[in-house]
Antibody, heavy 123, light 107 residues
Framework: EVQLVQSGAEVKKPGESLKISCKGS????????IGWVRQMPGKGLEWMGI????????RYSPSFQGQVTISADKSISTAYLQWSSLKASDTAMYYC????????????????WGQGTMVTVSS | EIVLTQSPGTLSLSPGERATLSCRAS???????LAWYQQKPGQAPRLLIY???SRATGIPDRFSGSGSGTDFTLTISRLEPEDFAVYYC????????FGPGTKVDIK
């Protein structure tokens, strides 16, 4: 079964760092793009960025450039989203999702989604 | 950046009725790189339509997509109880952006 399994919910204080994960299984992890999507409480979906685990080619939404870091460890089929200094406004559900295949896969829909990781930032 | 606008914001219908959801782009979406997703409360989004009109694996044929350029439509021919949800469009031709969503609720 093709699936993405995300790490569990996190509760952090403002200023703390955080790295959440997304582990792929059932397919060739290095051959498909993985995107990250934010959903703030009661709000819509926002694309944050995307990575190709095969060579770590990464693209960011202008809204999130410099605010987060996306990375991947292909040896363990896992993608990451990290913050160096969290803010209360980072409180949201974060989803990873599988994009397209290979070099042209940047232009493809997200066909498989993780279950989401809820991040709560509060003093 | 391509901005997507969805209308209406909320659509109130009864089971068995036809739902027509609109997604309009601020500029032409290349190669009809337009997708639709369904999201139910407490769940991750699910891909329904890609390439403007192709149904994703396992999606019932009551869901159909159409359109090109800047105007796209998702049609649900006869609403089933499980179809009441929020629907998002997404373009992936120039970077990626999502629309704000349309909520389909029970009248």
């Amino acid at each position: 079964e093709v699936q993405l399994v995300q790490s569990g919910a996190e509760v952090k204080k403002p200023g703390e760092s955080l790295k959440i994960s997304c582990k792929g299984s059932g397919y060739s992890f290095t051959s498909y793009w993985i995107g990250w999507v934010r959903q703030m409480p009661g709000k819509g979906l926002e694309w944050m960025g995307i990575i190709y685990p095969g060579d770590s080619d990464t693209r960011y939404s202008p809204s999130f450039q410099g605010q987060v870091t996306i990375s991947a460890d292909k040896s363990i089929s896992t993608a990451y989203l990290q913050w160096s200094s969290l803010k209360a406004s980072d409180t949201a559900m974060y989803y990873c999702a599988r994009g397209g295949y290979g070099d042209y896969g940047l232009h493809d829909a997200f066909d498989i989604w993780g279950q989401g990781t809820m991040v709560t930032v509060s003093s | 950046e391509i901005v997507l606008t969805q209308s209406p914001g909320t659509l109130s219908l009864s089971p068995g009725e036809r739902a027509t959801l609109s997604c309009r782009a601020s500029q032409s979406v290349s190669s009809s790189y337009l997708a639709w997703y369904q999201q139910k409360p407490g769940q991750a989004p699910r891909l329904l339509i890609y390439g403007a009109s192709s149904r994703a694996t396992g999606i019932p044929d009551r869901f159909s997509g159409s359109g090109s350029g800047t105007d796209f439509t998702l049609t649900i021919s006869r609403l089933e109880p499980e179809d009441f949800a929020v629907y998002y469009c997404q373009q992936y031709g120039s970077s990626l952006t999502f629309g704000p969503g349309t909520k389909v609720d029970i009248k």
